[in-house]
T-cell receptor, first 116, second 112 residues
Framework: ETGVTQSPTHLIKTRGQQVTLRCSSQ?????VSWYQQALGQGPQFIFQ???????GRGNFPPRFSGLQFPNYSSELNVNALELDDSALYLC???????????????FGNGTRLTVT | QKEVEQNSGPLSVPEGAIASLNCTYS??????FFWYRQYSGKSPELIMS????GDKEDGRFTAQLNKASQYVSLLIRDSQPSDSATYLC????????????FGPGTSLSVIP
């Protein structure tokens, strides 16, 4: 069983630039969620994709956008980078819940983004 | 009000002791709860899921859920130095999507 993989591992960008992060979901999982984790904080929900559509979004501006592909892999795009975007970006996959009891998220190793 | 709150750390326990980690949540619609362990610089890894009131045991770990009190806890018995990490509590609410919200985490140090 292949786990969740993310690329790249580390990235350094300049303020104002754009970045694309990539994620391959665990086999058998059809839902991908993206989280931002600043140092010393818990992961903050950015958005979730299911069947190639965004079906849920946290409190993040529109310059954070994403895609999900037919093979369930996903991309996170961030435009007009700001210094505060420096964080660990986590991709998590899961099977879609079929009711109120939800299966757990399985995380990739994350992408460490530094904005200078 | 934060949706998921955890007891402030850092928490230090001697090796072999019981570590107790606590979590409260505000959304009564939450039905699914998870504990994750996160080592410094690494991604969260799932320790346990719990869905029903009561206790759930897995090896040295016991999760407890009390939906009436909106309270979740994690006990680690016979704590080992390798248990030193940040522990994240998460609650899930089923809306039009699977919304999983994390607490800020509690840092645990197990002292040899």
């Amino acid at each position: 069983e292949t786990g969740v993989t993310q690329s790249p591992t580390h990235l350094i960008k300049t303020r104002g630039q754009q970045v694309t992060l990539r994620c391959s979901s665990q086999s058998g999982h059809n839902t991908v969620s993206w989280y931002q984790q600043a140092l010393g904080q818990g992961p903050q929900f950015i958005f979730q994709y299911y069947r190639e559509e965004e079906n849920g979004r946290g409190n993040f501006p529109p310059r954070f956008s994403g895609l999900q592909f037919p093979n369930y892999s996903s991309e996170l795009n961030v435009n007009a980078l700001e210094l505060d975007d420096s964080a660990l970006y986590l991709c998590a996959s899961s099977r879609a819940g079929t009711g109120p009891l939800q299966p757990p998220l399985h995380f990739g190793n994350g992408t460490r983004l530094t904005v200078t | 009000q934060k949706e998921v709150e955890q007891n402030s750390g850092p928490l230090s326990v001697p090796e072999g002791a019981i570590a107790s980690l606590n979590c409260t949540y505000s959304d009564r619609g939450s039905q699914s709860f998870f504990w994750y362990r996160q080592y410094s610089g690494k991604s969260p890894e799932l320790i346990m899921s719990i869905y029903s009131n009561g206790d759930k045991e897995d090896g040295r770990f016991t999760a407890q859920l009390n939906k009436a009190s909106q309270y979740v806890s994690l006990l680690i018995r016979d704590s080992q130095p390798s248990d030193s990490a940040t522990y994240l509590c998460a609650g899930a609410v089923w809306t039009s999507y699977d919304k999983v919200i994390f607490g800020p985490g509690t840092s645990l140090s197990v002292i040899p």
